[in-house]
């Protein structure tokens, strides 16, 4: 029988008639189911898709090519590893983890923790998935668990070491409530280069609720200027309108401890993001352009700092933020 997963977990009568029949899985998808469900350790295999993880509705969410999306894939070739605590009495919080080497088993170390803050943690089994595929699991993972447990809403983690955790983690606003990415958190803004230039930038809407959640940025591998590199893209996203970002305060060697998950849930529970209308706030482009270039400043990016402050003068000269912007560039001049 083929039911919302196969592995250790039997289907029952009504879970075979919700993905029999579409319209009762889609009221389904709405009110959590109360049966009960397994608790513990385990592994399953899900069968059925997210309708946001559709390939047409990935591409259009990413606003990229089919090159960096890569193909679409098929969930019945995506193992998972769960572990759900005991206590059923709550609804749980939910963390979709994906990670880029290696088999994520939910290691003993780590279920005193998951059962602390009260969350079921789901994990990726493969590595190196493209981004399709990465981002359209993590997606149904969200889809199909939240059917089959009560989920609390405002506490939907995504948790990532893989080099597209970010970018799922800012175009899935919609889904996640926060998100932690360690180790390569530099596809918004491509710090690695040297630079603080965008390197892709999200819808707006989607963005905006990117914004609004919390995002942990965790240590990077060794051989980072760690300072400059966390400091600096701290910087620049703050100045591109994102209010809550942090940065995990465990370094390289605990990362994936169950210290380190402590810590980075603590974070994303420090923030609950408040009901958002999808449509972004008006942006205030001329602040934008001064935010933006005063972060270079801050990171010692002098020149690119001096271009943003130029195209503001030229654009909106009237602008008080250009008046600020001039200023800059004096205070720059006699140095």
């Not at 409530?177 to 965008?198: C, M, N």
Request: with cysteine; hydrophobic share 40%; aromatic share 10%.
């Amino acid at each position: 029988m083929r039911g919302w997963l196969t592995g250790t977990i039997a289907a029952s009568a009504f879970l075979f008639l919700a993905f029999a029949n579409p319209l009762l899985a889609d009221n389904a998808a709405t009110q959590p189911t109360t049966l009960p469900a397994q608790t513990g350790v385990f592994d399953v295999t899900l069968t059925q898709r997210s309708p946001l993880s559709d390939y047409a509705k990935l591409q259009q969410r990413f606003g990229t090519d089919k090159n960096e999306l890569g193909p679409d894939y098929n969930l019945a070739d995506q193992p998972l590893s769960v572990y759900v605590p005991s206590d059923s009495s709550k609804p749980y919080g939910l963390v979709v983890l994906s990670i880029q080497d290696g088999d994520p088993v939910i290691f003993d170390q780590w279920r005193p923790i998951l059962d602390k803050h009260h969350l079921i943690m789901v994990g990726t089994k493969k590595d190196h998935l493209p981004l399709a595929t990465n981002a359209g699991v993590c997606l149904d993972v969200v889809y199909n668990f939240k059917q089959h447990y009560a989920i609390d809403p405002a506490r939907i983690y995504l948790v990532g070491l893989s080099k597209y955790i970010e970018p799922i983690g800012l175009c899935t606003g919609d889904v996640f409530t926060a998100g932690t990415y360690a180790w390569w958190p530099d596809y918004f803004r491509q710090i690695g280069t040297g630079t603080l230039e965008v390197k892709y930038k999200p819808a707006p809407a989607l963005l905006r609720l990117a914004n609004e959640h919390i995002q942990v940025i965790a240590p990077a591998p060794q051989g980072y200027d760690d300072k400059w590199f966390f400091n600096a893209i701290n910087v620049a996203m703050k100045a591109d309108g994102f209010e809550h970002v942090v940065v995990a305060p465990v370094g390289h060697d605990q990362v994936l401890s169950d210290t380190w998950f402590d810590q980075i849930f603590t974070l994303m529970e420090s923030v609950k993001p408040a009901p958002s209308a999808i449509a972004p706030k008006p942006v205030d482009e001329p602040q934008q352009l001064l935010n933006v270039a005063q972060a270079y400043m801050s990171s010692g990016l002098t020149n690119r700092a001096r271009d943003k402050l130029e195209l503001l003068i030229q654009k909106y000269p009237l602008d008080p933020a250009a008046e600020k912007a001039k200023e800059l560039i004096s205070q720059q001049n006699n140095q």
